[in-house]
């Protein structure tokens, strides 16, 4: 049987070098669609993916253009929409690389809520910024007139933040899980996922503003659907120590209890590779299973075992 994986794409792998048009992000959405292409003869494959870059761009857009006869849409449903762009991106990629090889695969993309805690820490200390920046003036008025919290920004200005959960559950999950089973690659749980809650009394589902993890959500989405592997694609082949310093070292072949010891040594930042690694961390953590984190150029030899950063028990 063939090993089922989730592949986690940064939402800034698919607009580099600040390429915000969406001819330019297709151009690279190309490249991911050959490589997964490449690979579903030996896999069953779920494709997770971020947004940042993108749900940043689509409230902008809506803040800018907002009015009384057409107001903006709030942050849960700009996730919903990103979720739709890039998956029609993606999935449009992998139907093309497959029709270059003379082939045909059914590739579907489903707009995916993810359950949060409602009383999640994290809503009491927004971190995530999001949108554009501001001065203070008005942020400030903004935040009177809108309810957010607004920070200053490393310098560049003020933006809006909003918390960010972790996931607890995937609503469309057994959906995911028929459709890879039948052979279908699937495109779930974009961005994080459209964050909701459940009601404390009639336990009904209702959106709310938030911005969950790609990793984490992604990590959730390969425990949730049996999977084998959980891959966080990012823009470097492994996880380094010293990662830039002269003293750069490759993490190769490793556990979860090393990589742990890394994180309280405070090699890893939160902005950065920290996610990646804790979901892989957690991913790993049950025997038999394997998390891996490397670049979209190594993908196949690091799922093969040869390269990337491979943990496991």
Same mark, same amino acid.
Request: hydrophobic share 40%.
């Given at each position: ?26 151009? +690279?959405? +190309?490249?991911v ?30 803040e ?9 849409? &709030? ?11 890039i ?26 809520? *993810? ?13 995530? &910024? ?7 003036k ?11 919290? *607004? ?10 933040v909003?918390?960010? &959960? ?9 959906s ?23 009601t404390?009394i009639?336990?009904r ?5 938030? *911005? ?19 891959v966080?694609v ?21 556990? &979860? ?21 804790e ?33 496991a028990?």
């Open positions: 049987m063939k090993k089922r994986i989730v592949l986690a794409l940064g939402g800034n792998a698919l607009q580099k070098n600040g390429e915000a048009s969406a001819e330019a992000q297709k151009k +690279i959405a +190309i490249e669609g050959n490589k997964v292409a490449e690979l579903a003869n030996k896999y069953e494959i779920i494709i997770a993916h971020g947004n940042g870059p993108q749900v940043g761009n689509i409230l902008i857009h809506e800018t253009a907002s009015s009384d006869k057409a107001p903006a849409m &709030p942050l849960e449903t700009a996730v919903a929409m990103s979720q739709g762009q998956g029609y991106w993606l999935t449009q990629a992998i139907n093309n690389a497959f029709a270059k090889l003379g082939k045909r695969k059914t590739v579907v993309t489903i707009i995916s809520q *993810v359950v949060v805690n409602r009383n999640d820490p994290a809503f009491s200390n927004p971190t995530k &910024p999001i949108g554009q920046f501001y001065s203070e008005e942020a400030k008025t903004l935040a009177r007139e809108k309810g957010w919290t *607004v920070k200053e920004d490393a310098g560049r200005g003020w933006r809006r909003v918390a960010s &959960p972790k996931p607890i559950d995937i609503i469309e999950k057994n995911i899980k028929d459709l890879v089973s039948d052979g279908t690659i699937v495109i779930a749980a974009g961005g994080g996922g459209i964050p909701v809650y459940r404390k009639l336990k589902l209702k959106g709310i503003d938030a *911005v969950i993890d790609k990793d984490y959500a992604a990590e959730k989405l390969a425990e949730l659907t049996n999977s084998d592997i959980f966080s990012t823009a470097v082949p492994n996880v380094y120590i010293n990662y830039g310093l002269p003293n750069q070292e490759a993490i190769t072949k490793t556990t &979860p209890q090393e990589i742990n010891r890394l994180i309280k040594y405070g090699y890893f930042k939160s902005g950065s590779m920290l996610p990646k690694v979901a892989a961390i957690k991913f790993a953590s049950k025997a038999g299973r394997v998390g891996i984190i490397t670049d979209i150029d190594h993908l196949a030899e690091a799922l093969e075992g040869k390269t990337g950063t491979i943990i028990k």
